[in-house]
Nanobody, 122 residues
Framework: VQLQASGGGSVQTGGSLRLSCAAS????????MAWFRQAPGKEREFVSA????????YYADSVKGRFTIARDNAKNTGYLQMNNLKPEDTAVYYC????????????????WGKGTLVTVSS
């Protein structure tokens, strides 16, 4: 499966953005999906993940209560709604997919999209 993230941009503190992850192929609905991010000078970190069914979601503590992950398998698209953005959310955001069980770990992901940059200014 090929993934393409979009929706990044520049916002001020407290603003919102919605990232999208468009997947090619007909089997997106069978893949668990996750979002990761990498800030300048830092390692890539887990942000959020969603089971292929949409029935289970996971969040990093740093984004819990502010970000919401979702997916629309009919549209082969995943989403990350980001509210109340903070400067520390500034990073390149990547979507990734796997049929495996360890989809909150970047080592557990099989497919990666190119990132989309999110910049939050104070």
């Amino acid at each position: 499966v090929q993934l393409q993230a979009s929706g990044g941009g520049s916002v001020q503190t407290g603003g919102s953005l919605r990232l999208s992850c468009a997947a090619s192929g007909r089997t997106f609905g069978s893949y668990n999906m996750a979002w990761f991010r990498q800030a300048p000078g830092k390692e890539r970190e887990f942000v959020s993940a969603i089971h292929w069914s949409g029935g289970r979601t996971y969040y990093a503590d740093s984004v819990k209560g502010r970000f919401t992950i979702a997916r629309d398998n009919a549209k082969n698209t995943g989403y990350l709604q980001m509210n109340n953005l903070k400067p520390e959310d500034t990073a390149v955001y990547y979507c990734a997919a796997t049929k495996g069980h360890y989809y909150t770990l970047d080592s557990g992901m099989d497919y990666w999209g190119k990132g989309t940059l999110v910049t939050v200014s104070s």
